[in-house]
Structure formats: C-alpha cells, structure tokens
C-alpha cells in the first residue's frame, strides 16, 4: 500500500539539507490503487463539551460559536457536538432549577462533584444548529466500583438502549459506549455480543474514548499516532461494520486525559497530532472525532477558550480544510515512518486534496530543522497550489503568543476571528509529478 521509493537523484537536494523524497502516488479515482478508502461524514471533526461547563461555552465564551462557525463555512456542515464526561455521571436533573446548571466549586478551576440542572440547560443544546449528543443520568448502577465491568456495562447498556428508545419512541438514535477500557477488553464487539435486535435498533453509533498521551514527540509522531488507531481501533470498528452495519465513533477523545499536560497539549506538537490524528481515524473508518473540552480556563487541550486561542484548532483546522466536502478518504502512507499523506476524494470520486505530513520533531532555536521533499506523482498537468501548517517549533503556543499560522492566516484571541490575508503557495506540475518541500513540524494541504 505505501507508495515510498528512495530518489537516488535527490543526492543533490540532500547535500541542500533536504532529507531524499518520499514518493506518493495520487490515485486518479476512488477505489484505485490498492489503497483501503474510507466513506467519510459530513463533518467528521466535533466537539465534546464537559457537561458542567457546556452552558458557560456557549453562553459566556465569545470564541465557541465563531470557533464552529469558521468550521461550517469550510465544510458546509456545523461540527457535531457532544454533551458528556465525569461531571454527567455527578449530574442530577431538577425539573425545577431556572438556571443552566447548579454547583459550587471552591476554585473557579475545579469541576464540581456535584451539581443539577434544568430544563434551561437542555433548550439551549437543542438550540444548537449541529447534531447534538447528550448523556443521560446515570441510573444508579455502582460506576467505578465493586462488581463494575465490561459484561456488567454492557448488560446495563443493552437494557438501557430498550429503556429509552421505548420511552422516546425512537429507533437510531443512542450513541452507545464509552468505555473505561480499551477494546478489545471493553469494546463495541462486547456491547453488541449482549444486544439483542430489540436493542440494537436504537443505537445510531457506537463510541470509544481515547487519550493516547505521551511526550509532545511521542504524540506527534506519526508512526504512534497510526499505530495507537490501528491496534486500538482498526478490530473494534470492523466488528461494528461487519456485525451491524453501524458507524464508530470516537465520542470523547483528546491528546492527555484529565484536561490535558500543561507542558504537552496546548502546543503546536499537540495540533499537529490533532490533525494526524482526525486522518488517520476517518482513513479507518472511524466516522466522527469529539475533541473534549473541560473546565473553562483550566483546560490545557482546548481548542479555544474565554481569552485566549489553543494550538490544537489550527490543525483541527488543516484537517477540517483538507476533508471540507469530501466523500471518501485514504491513507496513502502504511503508518510505519514519519512521513504521512493522504488523499480526499469528491462526491464524483476524483481525487480533492492531499495533505503531506513531516512528523518529524523540531525543538525549535539551537537544533537544524530539517526538510523532508516529498513528491506526488499522478496529477494532472495544472499547476496545484498549497496551504501550510506551520510555527516557529513543535513547542509553540498559541496562547502564549507564539507565531502558529495555517496558509498564513491565524484566529484571533478571545473571538476566533480569522486574520491575515489567506496564502497559497504554488507548485508546477511536470509529466505528472510535482515536489513539496515539508519541514519538520509541518504539514501541507494541496489541493489539486
Ligand atoms: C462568565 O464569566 C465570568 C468571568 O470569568 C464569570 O465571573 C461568570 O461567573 C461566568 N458566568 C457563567 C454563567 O458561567
Ligand atoms: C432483549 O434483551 C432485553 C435485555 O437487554 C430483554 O429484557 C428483552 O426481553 C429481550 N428481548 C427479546 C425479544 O429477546
Ligand atoms: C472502510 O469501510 C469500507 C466500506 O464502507 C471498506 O471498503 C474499507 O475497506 C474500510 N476501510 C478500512 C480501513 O477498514
């Protein structure tokens, strides 16, 4: 499947300080090539939102509706978004309440061990314009103790499935999941093993969570990145397709759990995996990514937050672009070095865009960065023209006031507003090839 052959010729280039190419054929159509595509959703990148802070996001943070909005301008589609996480399971609903939500914290940091919430609350995610997934209360099942696990949860969730579908009187509509394990100890193939049809015809999708962790290196690696989703994943998904015919999702998911690693998730390593990331899952069949986002202004992953920009939107962003109206994808590269590419195909099945990836580290002042060239072979003879992913290193911030940008533009503190003149670079195509050179750290969307 990989398409990488070492250029003898570029001897030249290397002695420039630009490592020899990697090759990467651009099938000319969907399903050609010998490459495994992917059918991909109308807005495969979402947002998870921790339940006690859902309504101070979207009610008192400015950045969150411009932050999706710039989303459903590229795509067409507003980002689906996801109601959840540990303060869910603390939560109780009071019929009676006025307000959003109820709780006390003794710092504005912590999230709250307990707390209710009204009907207000649940107005304002139905006035939401995206899709909308909710969790409900937990149905006082011991969660985290005693005898629970994966056949318990399971069981729970099968009976759970029958319980509120009869009651709303809709089939298709749980997102059924979310596991404390990975698969394939606490997985969609376990779940499933326990539903009977009666059950199953209410689930819509089934979800895992993910945080992979690890140093910003290891993170935006993209060998670990393909290998975390594969070994992970690739199983779980499969199980799900092939025994119901249903879509997997990643339903809570983001670099570092527990609100991220300060001296990890809000750099610009941690967008680069964000984009590889979203890729690779969507490449595997993996229909939708919930990027979580916890306590406002003490959450270290977040795309956004009240004052201030997160590194990681600007690679949700390339990926955003790169897949924006496309109907399949394929990884062209076999996950195995550091360099990635992948191709986005249109609804007529001819090749959209394709993104080059160089995972390669970059310290940033005091350390060589290097250049990776790639070479894309099978274009047509236009010239193509290319957006850049770029910073100053894999340890720049965003909300440290580092320079991050993608095709020059960059989203402004506390609004999200796009700023700086949109840049394309532009690149000739001869007898079918064209060559891009991808600096450590960095990516390209080419669009062909
Ligand atoms: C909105 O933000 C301000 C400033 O941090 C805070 O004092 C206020 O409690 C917040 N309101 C809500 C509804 O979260
Ligand atoms: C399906 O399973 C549920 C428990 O999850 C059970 O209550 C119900 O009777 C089963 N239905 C059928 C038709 O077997
Ligand atoms: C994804 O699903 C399609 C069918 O919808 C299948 O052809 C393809 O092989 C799957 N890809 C992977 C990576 O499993």
Partial sequence: MARITQFAALCAAVSRGV???????????????GYTYAPLDPAPVGISFEFFAFPSYFTNVTATNQCLSNWKDLA???????????????????ASTSAYVVYSVAKPADAPMTLTFGPKFMTLAGTYPGTVVVDYT?????????????????????????????????????????????????????????????????????AHHNYPGGSIEKLQTHSQTA???????????????????????????NSVSGGGAANVSPTFGAALWTMDYILRATATNIS???????TVGNCQYCFWGRYSMGAPYYGATAAVAFLAGA?????????????????????EGQPLRVLLFNSEYYAGAGSAR???????????????????????????????????????????????????????????????????????????????
């Fill in 138 to 206: 937990k149905d006082g099942q011991p969660i985290a103790s005693g005898t629970w696990n994966a056949a318990t949860d399971a069981a729970s969730q099968a009976n759970w499935n029958i319980r509120v579908g009869s009651a709303v009187g809709k089939t298709n509509i749980i997102q059924a999941g979310n596991w404390n394990q990975p698969p394939p100890e606490w997985g969609a193939a376990q779940l499933i093993a326990k539903e009977n049809a009666t059950s199953k015809q209410y689930v819509r999708h089934y």
């Fill in 76 to 94: 067409g589609t507003w980002p689906p978004i996801r109601i959840g996480g540990t303060t869910q399971d603390r939560a109780q609903y009071d």
């Fill in 227 to 253: 290998s975390n989703v594969r070994s992970m994943f690739e199983a779980d998904v499969a199980a799900v397709k092939r025994q119901t015919g249903k879509e997997y999702v990643l339903g809570e998911t």
């Fill in 288 to 294: 939708r990514v919930y990027f979580h986002h916890g």
């Fill in 370 to 448: 290097t250049v990776q060239r790639f070479t894309l072979t099978g274009l047509a003879g236009a010239p193509v023209r290319a957006k850049r992913l770029t910073a100053a290193s894999s340890l720049a911030r965003a909300d440290k006031g580092d320079e991050i940008s993608f095709g020059g533009q960059r989203w402004t503190d506390g609004t999200c507003v796009v700023a700086g003149a949109e840049t394309f670079e532009t690149a000739k195509v001869e007898n079918g090839q064209a060559v891009f050179d991808v600096k450590a750290a960095e990516a390209l969307v080419v669009y062909l």
């Fill in 19 to 33: 490592e020899a190419a990697v090759s990467f054929a651009v099938p000319s159509k969907v399903g050609t090539g």
């Fill in 327 to 347: 109907r399949h994808v394929a990884a062209l590269d076999a996950g195995t070095t550091k360099y990635a590419a992948y191709a986005s195909f249109d609804a």
